[in-house]
Nanobody, 123 residues
Framework: QVQLTESGGGEVQAGASLRLSCKASRRLNDRFLVAWFRQAPGKEREFVAA????????HYADSAKGRFTISGDNAKNTVDLQMKSLNPEDTAVYYC????????????????WGQGTQVTVSS
């Protein structure tokens, strides 16, 4: 079993930056990916970015490219999401997930999930 704990959410003004962090109790399998998803009110959960433990390759949703950066520290079992130029459309609960998905954007293919952290961007 793996526990994932997110931190770093909060309320910011449009244009601001925010850094989220996901701490895993253990990596379990270095082939696993750690991903960030988000869910806005009344919308389905959507993929944001992912990073693979073993080779640190990264993947981004189109909405995240250029503004969000996923990074990690394998020694600390952490994966961070640096977000800049935030806008109100980024308001959502952000979730950290870990697993070995065949399709990295499919949330149902991730085995482990954190509780989520709220990000609110006001205009």
């Amino acid at each position: 079993q793996v526990q994932l704990t997110e931190s770093g959410g909060g309320e910011v003004q449009a244009g601001a930056s925010l850094r989220l962090s996901c701490k895993a109790s253990r990596r379990l399998n270095d082939r696993f990916l750690v991903a960030w998803f988000r869910q806005a009110p009344g919308k389905e959960r959507e993929f944001v970015a992912a990073r693979k433990w073993i080779d640190e390759t990264t993947h981004y949703a189109d909405s995240a490219k250029g503004r969000f950066t996923i990074s990690g520290d394998n020694a600390k079992n952490t994966v961070d999401l640096q977000m800049k130029s935030l806008n109100p459309e980024d308001t959502a609960v952000y979730y950290c997930a870990m697993g070995l998905p065949q399709t990295i954007t499919y949330d149902r293919e991730y085995a482990f999930w954190g509780q989520g952290t709220q990000v609110t961007v006001s205009s």
